[in-house]
């Protein structure tokens, strides 16, 4: 039993990272985790073996903020899981964190004594443990994973993943031509340090997609006309998300529960609301050329590590103020009279492993917008799904400024 142990914790997850990912791509399009991983598998009589390590790591959320917390594998998220309906899985689940821990199967149907809900369906894994689930896999979704130990601290310390399990679907006519999965979270970190604080309840100052804030979010890249899903699961703590995707309207086509039965029959949207503890699915034809932002409209989670605790300074009249105040201290400089977007480029020194009210730079200049966004990019005539960076504007297409002499011409002078 002890060799049988160490193979399990040692030797297995070596052999797993030389196995590859799913080749018999023919019957789905295989998903992209933008800023992410796949779940590397061997196939033994049939059974798609998989290994999930629950264990201490290092993340870089951006570049700046590197925290401690806890993932799957050295990830977070975990990797994706992607199968196809009626495959067969063994998952082997090693704990290498000083607590127990179990992972539930989040939305996908199956035998209770595999639903890994520490107490009523399992003993919880205890720390150096390895448990194994095994289960079938019989309807196509999206899907997640996470503990059901002490969920509070575990998935909000990063123990989250996404499963995609595809559709047999030999026609490709009938697949998505891009296909990407996204989970959404929220950290509480405070400013200078690097620990996520789980019994945070409503202070939340880092929002991801896959672990990532923008800037550094990996944009999403699809051909003019491509169908395109993006599957969005949402395993934060407290917070719904409505993501918003500029130049398009879509469909909401899934959910973790299942899929829409007739696309006719639903309203086109633009923003999509993705409540905690589930999946949304949405489909679009990327018809519309450009670099099209996609975030969540709750406009605090778009900011990094802001402060909420912080006096109304809107329209104050600084500079009387910082002469009063640098007689005590002379490099003191009021920020946010005029909004937020003095304060990403203040010039004044920040802790360390901190990215207070960083942003994206775009090709025409800095942002505010940063923490749960990213890009759209929809090319014509590109020929692969490389980063084919900024792009360039069709002639007469960009709004410029004009002068008052434009305005009248245009009857606005009655305005003046």
Not at 35 to 58: P, S
Not at 199 to 209: P, Y
Not at 252 to 271: F, H, Q, V, Y
Request: hydrophobic fraction near 40%; charged fraction near 20%; include cysteine.
């Amino acid at each position: 039993m002890k060799w049988i142990l160490l193979f399990f914790i040692f030797i297995f997850p070596a052999l797993a990272q030389e196995c590859c990912c799913p080749t018999d791509t023919h019957n789905y399009t295989p998903v992209v985790v933008p800023n992410g991983c796949k779940a590397r598998h061997h196939v033994i009589n049939g059974v798609k073996i998989f290994h999930l390590v629950a264990e201490e790591i290092e993340w870089e959320v951006a570049k700046g903020l590197t925290i401690h917390t806890w993932g799957y594998n050295g990830s977070v998220p975990g990797p994706l899981i992607e199968v196809v309906e009626g495959d067969r899985v063994r998952i082997y689940v090693t704990n290498k964190l000083p607590a127990p821990t179990t992972v539930h199967w989040h939305g996908v149907i199956l035998p209770c004594g595999m639903d890994g809900v520490a107490g009523l369906t399992q003993k919880a894994i205890m720390p150096n443990e390895t448990y194994m689930y095994e289960f079938t896999f019989h309807d196509a979704g999206t899907f997640m994973y996470h503990p059901h130990y002490d969920n509070m601290t575990q998935e909000d310390m990063g123990l989250v993943g996404m499963i995609v399990v595809h559709k047999k679907e030999p026609d490709p006519e009938k697949r998505p031509d891009r296909d990407f999965a996204i989970m959404l979270h929220e950290w509480s970190i405070p400013v200078g340090t690097a620990k996520p604080n789980p019994a945070e309840m409503g202070g939340f100052n880092i929002l991801t997609m896959n672990g990532k804030v923008m800037p550094y979010t990996e944009p999403l890249v699809a051909k003019k006309n491509d169908r395109v899903w993006i599957r969005y699961g949402n395993l934060s703590a407290m917070d719904h998300h409505p993501i918003h995707l500029h130049g398009y309207s879509f469909k909401i086509i899934g959910t973790d529960g299942g899929w829409a039965k007739d696309k006719s029959l639903l309203l086109p949207e633009t923003t999509v609301l993705v409540p905690t503890g589930s999946v949304r699915v949405i489909e679009f034809c990327a018809h519309n050329p450009g670099d099209w932002i996609f975030h969540c409209h709750m406009t605090h989670h778009i900011m990094n590590q802001m402060g909420h605790n912080l006096p109304n300074v809107i329209g104050a009249e600084a500079e009387l103020l910082n002469k009063k105040i640098r007689k005590l201290i002379p490099d003191f400089k009021m920020l946010g009279t005029k909004g937020m977007r003095d304060m990403t480029k203040s010039g004044m020194p920040i802790p360390p492993n901190s990215i207070p009210m960083l942003g994206y730079t775009g090709q025409f200049g800095q942002t505010v917008i940063g923490g749960m966004a990213n890009i759209l990019r929809v090319r014509e005539n590109i020929t692969s799904y490389e980063d084919p960076g900024p792009y360039h504007f069709p002639k007469d297409t960009m709004a410029k400024p004009v002068s008052k002499q434009e305005m009248r011409e245009d009857f606005l002078g009655i305005f003046e």
